[in-house]
């Protein structure tokens, strides 16, 4: 499915352009081609029903529900939000829009966040990597249901891996920190306590990245797991590294999830046409 025309309206005046940029400005409201504007989600036929002031993405007739993400091209992903009596598009990520963009409608994959910190779960170190992560996922589709920082004991990791895992039923978790080789470093076979399925080519994607950064990066002990129909990665504990290893794993992480919890087959999360 593709995009069939980008839309602007001022006054009575509708322009229409085959390229655009849509983002947030530095206030968090939604901008068309750097000007504040609402976008909205058009289908064919309702052209005109596009307020003043607001830009619109006419796409065709498709399987669309609220709360449900758009994606367009390689970096545009936004939630659809009911509004009056048209969808409105409120940006997650930015980028460019483009006629014949391909267009894919996405299920929300819900996110747990933690972090393994000593010092972090006292209050005593301000945790950047967990706030990082929390951005980084928005870009698939994501809504981070679960945050909390645990300290590096083995017992307080699995328990809320588990019970974010069997009651929360979170499709992917993030933990971060615990991995390297200090004595309390124990992330990992909190992990492997947990698990009832290994993911081994998470781990060695990440540890990649990272030796494209340091040599150091084969020290770290990064791992995924799989726990009913969640998927949990261990990441390193620091900003940087954890947004690394992260960007190196996103572009699979949705098809693993999809597959994990058997959506790839619900062709109605899929674009439909009428």
Not at 94 to 119: H, Q, Y
Not at 175 to 194: I, Q
Request: glycine fraction near 10%; charged fraction near 25%; hydrophobic fraction near 40%.
């Amino acid at each position: 499915m593709r995009v069939l025309a980008i839309l602007e309206r001022t006054g009575s005046k509708v322009v229409s352009h085959c390229l655009a940029y849509a983002g947030l400005n530095r206030t968090g409201e939604a901008s068309f081609n750097g000007e504040r504007r609402t976008l909205f989600l058009l289908a064919p036929g309702r052209l005109k029903e596009l307020p003043e002031g607001g830009a619109g993405v006419v796409v065709p007739r498709m399987a669309l529900k609220p709360g449900n993400f758009l994606s367009i091209g390689e970096d545009f992903v936004a939630r659809i939000e009911e509004r009056d009596s048209l969808p409105v598009l409120s940006v997650e990520t930015g980028g460019f829009l483009a006629v014949s963009a391909m267009v894919e409608a996405l299920r929300p994959i819900s996110v747990g966040i933690l972090t393994v910190s000593d010092k972090g779960s006292r209050g005593e170190r301000e945790d950047r990597s967990g706030p990082a992560l929390a951005r980084c996922v928005r870009a698939l589709g994501a809504e981070v249901k679960a945050v909390d920082v645990v300290p590096d004991v083995t017992a307080e990791i699995t328990d809320k891996l588990e019970n974010w895992s069997d009651e929360l039923r979170l499709n992917l978790v993030l933990t971060t920190g615990g991995t390297g080789f200090a004595r309390r470093d124990v992330t990992p076979e909190a992990l492997s306590s947990v698990a009832e399925k290994h993911v081994p080519g998470i781990g060695e994607a990440m540890r990649s990245a990272s030796m494209k950064v340091t040599p150091r990066g084969m020290l770290s002990r990064l791992c995924a797991v799989i726990r009913g129909e969640t998927l949990i990665v261990a990441l390193p504990g620091s900003e940087k590294a954890s947004t690394e290893c992260f960007a190196a794993i996103a572009p699979a992480l949705r098809h693993g999830i999809e597959i994990l919890c058997g959506w790839d087959s619900e062709c109605g999360e899929r674009p439909v046409p009428h």
